[in-house]
T-cell receptor, first 115, second 114 residues
Framework: AQKITQTQPGMFVQEKEAVTLDCTYDTSDQSYGLFWYKQPSSGEMIFLIY??????QNATEGRYSLNFQKARKSANLVISASQLGDSAMYFCAMREVRNFNKFYFGSGTKLNVKP | EAGVTQFPSHSVIEKGQTVTLRCDPISGHDNLYWYRRVMGKEIKFLLH????????ESGMPNNRFLAERTGGTYSTLKVQPAELEDSGVYFCASSHRGGANGAFFGQGTRLTVV
């Protein structure tokens, strides 16, 4: 069974608007971490934001916030005030405490920011 | 501080040939990981080193893949003989021991087997 599901292969957003990238996960563990990575056209994977399963508040990092809904097992990434440089692939990932060093990734969402 | 570096960035080889990918992790990072993304699919775990020891190689597809990490520094991933389905982007990542907030990834090696 797929651990991380990203249902949006591609998204468009107008510059300066907000956009939400969906991510749902599947785990029976109580303790886990959720991550978002950005992959620009240059290829490197850039860590954006982290949410622990026991964190009560949604994680925020600048223009990035993670909308964590534990009961629904969703961890959507919200990018506020989109910029042209936000155009990239975005990957949602999870790591379970019982297998701390293995990340499970989704298939990614290609975000295009229109001027 | 230099990031995770991977060589080559692209490789095109014929089916049946051998290819060796190299990863130089961030200095001082004990953990080193290899991941692979086949076109359009999710990024999948291949294996994990702690220093020079293979901690988990449950994701290695088959015995045509061999990973080594000499002296706990750089790592190589050799595919011999390569098959068409091996095409994809191979990512290397590293982290501190117990690194809580994710790992640092390289830019990937795009492997095309023709």
């Amino acid at each position: 069974a797929q651990k991380i599901t990203q249902t949006q292969p591609g998204m468009f957003v107008q510059e300066k608007e907000a956009v939400t990238l969906d991510c749902t996960y599947d785990t029976s563990d109580q303790s886990y971490g959720l991550f978002w990575y950005k992959q620009p056209s240059s290829g490197e994977m850039i860590f954006l934001i982290y949410q622990g399963s026991y964190d009560e508040q949604n994680a925020t990092e600048g223009r990035y916030s993670l909308n964590f809904q534990k009961a629904r097992k969703s961890a959507n990434l919200v990018i506020s005030a989109s910029q042209l440089g936000d155009s990239a692939m975005y990957f949602c990932a999870m790591r379970e405490v019982r297998n701390f060093n293995k990340f499970y990734f989704g298939s990614g969402t290609k975000l295009n920011v229109k001027p | 501080e230099a990031g995770v570096t991977q060589f080559p960035s692209h490789s095109v080889i014929e089916k049946g040939q051998t290819v060796t990918l190299r990863c130089d992790p961030i200095s001082g990072h004990d953990n080193l990981y290899w991941y692979r993304r086949v076109m359009g699919k999710e990024i999948k775990f291949l294996l994990h080193f702690v220093k020079e020891s293979k901690q988990d190689e449950s994701g290695m597809p088959n015995n045509r893949f061999l990973a080594e990490r000499t002296g706990g520094t750089y790592s190589t991933l050799k595919v011999q003989p390569a098959e068409l389905e091996d095409s994809g982007v191979y990512f290397c990542a590293s982290s501190h021991r117990g690194g809580a907030n994710g790992a640092f990834f390289g830019q990937g090696t795009r492997l095309t087997v023709v």
